[in-house]
């Protein structure tokens, strides 16, 4: 067993085979928690940095924001953010003891947020979704998940992302702004893509896939239900064939919703997480890249390393490579 | 009145002058809300990237964790995370919906987070502290503040920050692991650091002060009382001999704590964001490239687009340059 | 000028008085804060108590739940519920530091809630509206209101609620199960409900009315929006001719919504609060209590003393009194 | 076997045996969630009620506050509250959307609150402790526990608390303003303090115990770490001898601190639930009662209905009865 993508297709060994799905072994061993972001390396990091070409900086990260659209399905808290000092109210209160006429002079604020991690743009790590209770390299709540928190596979463990990307415009493909609800990105559709736009996918890319939803971004109704999304054959597609390193989409879930198995519950997710140990990030404004076509980029991105988080905000930038 | 720090000394006009401070109108117009930020553009980013060595990736962002210290002197909240979902909760609440069978093989687990903005490694931005009631460019909390966060200067206005970086390592400066509690970071500090370094200050930098105070990391009692930290001279000759763009520490606080003014509330903060425009980057690791000796550098952050909000956690990474 | 009901009509001074609205100044004096609830003595206790009836113990308080219905017009939080300890997570996670061999044994289970304070069956305190900034007795947020809460009129102000109530079945009046949405609840409702109950309205009541919304509960789309409600007429006729100290509510506001005036926000409320110093109690259960025709009762409820708070959630109960 | 009291010595059937402690099945039956409050019915609520003498209502909760002492040993949050609606916030955010005009004339506040449901005065359910991953009537976190809260014995299933309550002045009977720090109260404490007063402890009873630690009440030191409390031996005492119901005490925890038993954690509460069925009241302010040598009374608080949580805040009130 090999853990280089190289070596396609891209097995692993399973720790628990039941009733069609799989929890794989990590061939990075025991001590493992990050999966194919392990492909990031002092040497790939460099391969990267040097070929950057400056002529564009791209922003792919949203805003977070009071009343701002998050998946809600299953009664995550919205974004929130309020105050924690204001000028006048530091006069009244003295909280820090300094005292109100210091408060005069000296005005303050502060301001707390209360989030959702899988709310805005964000990286979602490999301890978010398993198999009948067991998570990518054998994790189980049992053992691994204290009362807040993972014990294993947090934010806190991953490197600054610094990787090549690569942006297949399914929604472009289609000559639509954006991909009809419950759409299914197939493995046709990523082949097609990459062709048409003339982009070769390598091992262990970050593949981003537009499906236009940011159009519809911030309305709540228009951008989350029934987002279109990859299906688990595209998602095996991109993990075992081309050996990607991470998937990502403009839509509130790489998952299409509904499901093509109505049985499941984000399958793709658990299929990347257990299964083929990759990353997935979401809710990316891919608008300007796509514009521009900018298909092939340095992906930059720097999860807060939030110790045992499912995942972290993220603001991603993309720098284009020179070739 | 220019906006480029060529024109040293950095003046800018008054809005207000009372007891000694100032409110400093924007050179760059009545909408700025970035201040000394507005000198990343395009032709900055590309400079600095066309120069990056590959060579090394340094992590200049902390952990957030259950427990880990913050400023708490004016009762904020300490970080929090909490599961929302987990594995077996799933099956026993079915928050999803998607029912008990679905989730005893599609495995959920997800979290929320709640903090004080000014936690762990962050960007503090100019709505952050200002004088007699108002802030930079003019805000005040009347016109500009709404129940819940600032419409004016937040995070969400500021780009990706891509810029030069210089490390000053005060505590290698002085030969000590840690400054002592309360050491105040003097322009002569500065001024030999640089000297002694071999480091070119230049207009535009982000410049980082080593007091060597993550060395106490995590315990409360050492790392945030007390702080060393930059006094007023400094914060001065930085802002306004130099150019800097935004200055950075190790510390909880920029401001050394107590304060030289006994009747001041974190002045090098106000005299920052209100005169001066300028940032703030604090609890910065910068261990690993003072030991490393790398003392310019390009420095990547991009702060989360928290709209309206005082600040925003980062992550950042330093890469070298070549000269 | 007299602070007692018998003195109708109840008028008291006016410290605003602007575009057909009024901020009155108290009649106990500059330092009340809780205006018509100092009705509220020993003897007015002792008064009740004495008359006890113990045949019934009606609980007029609703549950707090995860996704339960809560005024979301103005983007409040929902209430929220976590565990911060779990069996097995405590043995994971040693968070008390007793050690994973002891919470093997001591299982350990707690739990944290976030919410909005006007959630759920409560009590609104004279704070929480005002006109042109103003609030009861004067207060403003400019001398008054902290970074955080304000420091006059808070529900820790209050004694326990022991007052004599009368409910007004206003959709029994009807003869419907819940009134229509957008019912304006005028003084002639009122006074018919009494007449055909055969209910007498006293000075100092705590008057609930019954819309029938509850049986709506918890249907966010049949509770919340457009709910049946007081006007400001009836409002007044409560506060000026019969003197009530308090008025409650099964909907989730006493103002009906829409308002009669559609440039008005909550006028009932903002008219109780600043003119009238009068206390209002929000989704209340009364179906129990209309059912069994108890329409003269002891009503206790004890607000939870929060520092500076707007209200506070309640759990109110009903006792018949004798005659 | 009986539920009833009157059956000494109370001992309840065995679910779970182990290394010296037990958890019982319930008496009234595998649906049982609230042990010994099935003691209050129709009939006792009225035969306390019709006793109620109105000569004092003593209220036994304290405030909720910004910076109050909470118990911190395992990492809870501390309690929080915010504005999430200013006077001059909502004209600046129209967060209601009514419009910047209506809210310079109609003022809005409101505010929002977090906390550890174990935060000031508070009621605790059977959920909030066990042994052996095992609790009261069989409980488990398998078959349980939802992602965010109990399936079983919430305060939700509480009925309104009244009930004889008895005041135990422990500290008055060694004649000392505050029992000493780790001071443990014994049997022959409860005993000698009952014979003292005066005092008839009767099967079904609320038994609150005044160690004196609210003299010290809100400084945290002196407050939280290190509280007298109750031994092992009399909350057997008091649960299996007396018969009674509940336990409450003035201090931070009704378990002695440090345990007699250093491998332990909070024992007391262990044995009270999920040994006894019998709930716990803490951070009481038992001072005025004690002072005015009321040790007889009717013990009203009403529970929030917090769905599944493992407790409640309350405003206990003491009422005297008459003989």
């Known amino acids: 067993m090999s853990a280089e993508p190289e070596d396609l297709q891209l097995q692993y060994e ?13 061939p990075w061993g025991p001590d493992d928690e990050i999966g194919r972001m392990n492909w990031i390396t002092p040497e790939s990091q460099r391969e990267i940095l040097s070929r950057l070409d400056g002529s564009g900086v791209f922003d792919l990260g949203i805003e977070y924001f009071f009343g701002m659209p998050s998946w809600a399905a299953a009664h995550d808290p919205k974004f929130e953010i309020w105050m924690t000092h204001t000028p006048q109210g530091s006069v ?26 899988h709310t805005g743009t964000h990286l979602d790590t490999l301890n978010h979704l398993g198999y009948f209770g067991m998570f990518w390299n054998g994790w189980t709540a049992e053992k691994d998940l204290g009362s807040r928190v993972w014990n294993k ?133 891919l608008e300007e890249i796509a514009a521009e076509k900018v298909h092939e980029f340095a992906l930059l991105a720097f999860p807060l390393k939030i110790r045992g988080a499912t995942g972290s905000p993220i603001r991603p930038v993309a720098v284009p490579l020179r070739s």
């Open 92 to 117: 009244n209160d003295n909280l820090s003891g300094a005292g109100p006429d210091v408060h005069e002079k000296y005005s303050y604020c502060g301001d707390s947020i209360h989030m959702y991690i």
């Open 153 to 285: 596979g947090g934010a806190d463990k991953y490197p600054p992302l610094i990787a090549r990307g690569v942006l297949l415009d399914i929604a472009g493909l289609h000559g639509v702004d954006c991909l009809p609800d419950g759409h299914v990105i197939t493995p046709e559709d990523l082949k097609a893509a990459a062709r048409e736009q003339g982009t070769e996918l390598r091992p262990k890319d970050v593949v981003v896939l537009r499906t236009g939803r940011m159009q519809r971004w911030p309305d709540f109704d228009g951008y989350i239900p029934d987002n279109p999304g990859l299906g688990l054959g595209g998602a095996r597609y991109l993990c075992e064939d081309v050996g990607a390193m991470c998937i990502g989409t403009d839509a509130v879930s790489l998952d299409v919703a509904p499901h093509e198995d109505p049985e499941a519950f984000v399958p793709v997710h658990c299929y990347m997480f257990a299964t083929a140990g990759a990353q997935i990030i979401e809710v990316l404004d």
């Open 14 to 26: 399973a720790l628990l085979e039941r009733d069609g799905v799989k929890v794989s072994k990590s």
